[in-house]
T-cell receptor, first 111, second 114 residues
Framework: QQQVKQSPQSLIVQKGGISIINCAYE??????FPWYQQFPGKGPALLIA?????SEKKEGRFTISFNKSAKQFSLHIMDSQPGDSATYFC??????????FGAGTTVTVRA | DAGVIQSPRHEVTEMGQEVTLRCKPI?????LFWYRQTMMRGLELLIY????????DSGMPEDRFSAKMPNASFSTLKIQPSEPRDSAVYFC????????????FGAGTRLSVL
């Protein structure tokens, strides 16, 4: 049973477009929500993370939106580039140590 | 720093054989995590260590799986005996206690059990 539900499973976006990935959770004890990016043949790498005390965090073209009342959070990739083509995982933890990962979203950016 | 180093990168073995996966965490990191990634189950945490001590092994699927961390720079994940359903990519990750949620992953070991 996955504690973090992620959608969509995959998406295709044109270069310059916006990619949006959504995640939902039930455990109200979760207090740390990172996103990881994984390229084929590589391990996941931390992209950006947020805590529940803020509703949005932006780093370059990547933005996390967080809705505590709805227990949902999302990743927006603005001005998507071919180099952004990867699998993205949302995750959550209570106290940071034990991350529960979503199923992953494969993003393909068409040039 | 070279990052988290895992070996071997690929392992092919026959059912019933013992398999040992190895991990060298980033120097100075005091948390070490072992994950398994499959298409069906995604990325699952198997076990994690703090200062070489196992803290939570609730994700270890069966007694056939065991993990050790004899010192701060080395950990092993052993499967004995191996079964075809153990085929997966196994990742090791490490982090600092001041920021345990920022985990640095190795490149993984792709295990195929025939």
């Amino acid at each position: 049973q996955q504690q973090v539900k992620q959608s969509p499973q995959s998406l295709i976006v044109q270069k310059g477009g916006i990619s949006i990935i959504n995640c939902a959770y039930e455990n109200t004890a979760f207090d740390y929500f990172p996103w990881y990016q994984q390229f084929p043949g590589k391990g996941p790498a931390l992209l950006i993370a947020i805590r529940p005390d803020v509703s949005e965090k932006k780093e370059g073209r990547f933005t996390i939106s967080f809705n505590k009342s709805a227990k949902q959070f999302s990743l927006h990739i603005m001005d998507s580039q071919p180099g952004d083509s990867a699998t993205y995982f949302c995750a959550a933890s209570a106290g940071d140590y034990k991350l529960s990962f979503g199923a992953g979203t494969t993003v393909t950016v068409r040039a | 720093d070279a990052g988290v180093i895992q070996s071997p990168r690929h392992e092919v073995t026959e059912m019933g054989q013992e398999v040992t996966l190895r991990c060298k965490p980033i120097s100075g990191h005091d948390y070490l995590f072992w994950y398994r990634q499959t298409m069906m189950r995604g990325l699952e945490l198997l076990i994690y260590f703090n200062n070489n001590v196992p803290i939570d092994d609730s994700g270890m699927p069966e007694d056939r799986f065991s993990a050790k961390m004899p010192n701060a720079s080395f950990s092993t994940l052993k499967i004995q005996p191996s079964e075809p359903r153990d085929s997966a990519v196994y990742f090791c990750a490490s982090s600092l206690s001041v920021s345990p949620g920022i985990q640095y992953f190795g490149a993984g070991t792709r295990l195929s059990v025939l």
